[in-house]
């Protein structure tokens, strides 16, 4: 079945850091790729998405390469924020799983100023 | 748009009472979803109804049960709560069946203890 595999947390950095959260995934079809965040005492947020192999997803300085070659679709930003600080889950959606989506675990992160 | 709204925010029970999570969306999308967020675990699915008038178990289901009362609203009942479902529990809805429009919408969150 699909799964997502993400790194372990928490990873703790300083201001203007430069961040990698690992995700590595497994899908019988050719699933979208997101990324959702969660700050504190909220519901998740949609970050990016990808929807096809070698497409990039990018938003608030936040990138992500989807990789059919090595599963992989990693977050990245250059510098980060303490406001930046909240966790992050790697998810797949499949057309043949239905739609439904797959969360990894969640990789909290926190920024210090 | 409020998005996807969730009631109440926070609740406790006694082990054995019984509660309704209520949950509705106004962005007109056919899917809706119940999640359960337990610390390490990330999202776990409940239920799911991918239409109106349907419904369908997701991975842990086990002690629950949903109700799709229209297109906007999805509710989630605990017929009699134990400590085990003490959680976070998280309402969303998408729109399926277009390229790329498979995100997902969530509320903020129902934080449940069952004592």
């Known amino acids: 079945g699909n799964s997502v595999t993400q790194m372990e947390g928490p990873v703790t950095l300083s201001e203007e850091a430069f961040l990698t959260i690992n995700c590595t995934y497994t899908?019988?079809?050719?699933?979208?790729l997101f990324w959702y965040v969660q700050y504190p005492g909220e519901g998740l947020q949609l970050l990016l998405k990808?929807?096809?192999?070698?497409d990039k997803g990018s938003n608030k300085g936040f990138e992500a390469t989807y990789r059919k070659e090595t599963t992989s679709f990693h977050l990245e930003k250059g510098s980060v924020q303490v406001s930046d600080s909240a966790v992050y889950f790697c998810?797949?959606?499949?057309?043949?799983?239905?739609?439904?989506?797959?969360f990894g675990a969640g990789t909290r992160l926190f920024v210090k100023a | 748009n409020a998005g996807v709204t969730q009631t109440p925010k926070f609740q406790v029970l006694k082990t054995g009472q019984s509660m309704t999570l209520q949950c509705a969306q106004d962005?007109?999308?056919?899917?809706m979803y119940w999640y359960r967020q337990d610390p390490g675990m990330g999202l776990r699915l409940i239920y799911y109804?991918?239409?109106?008038?349907?419904?369908d178990k997701g991975e842990v289901p086990n002690g629950y049960n949903v109700s799709r009362l229209n297109k906007r609203e999805f509710s989630l009942r605990l017929e009699s709560a134990a400590p085990s479902q003490t959680s976070v529990y998280f309402c969303?809805?998408?729109?399926?069946?277009?390229?790329?429009?498979?995100?997902?919408?969530f509320g903020p969150g129902t934080r449940l203890t069952v004592l």
């Open positions: 998810a797949l959606s499949d057309r043949g799983g239905g739609f439904k989506t797959i």
């Open positions: 962005m007109n999308h056919n899917s």
């Open positions: 109804s991918a239409s109106e008038g349907t419904t």
């Open positions: 899908a019988t079809g050719y699933p979208s």
């Open positions: 990808a929807t096809k192999a070698d």
């Open positions: 969303a809805s998408s729109a399926p069946g277009l390229a790329g429009s498979d995100t997902q919408y």
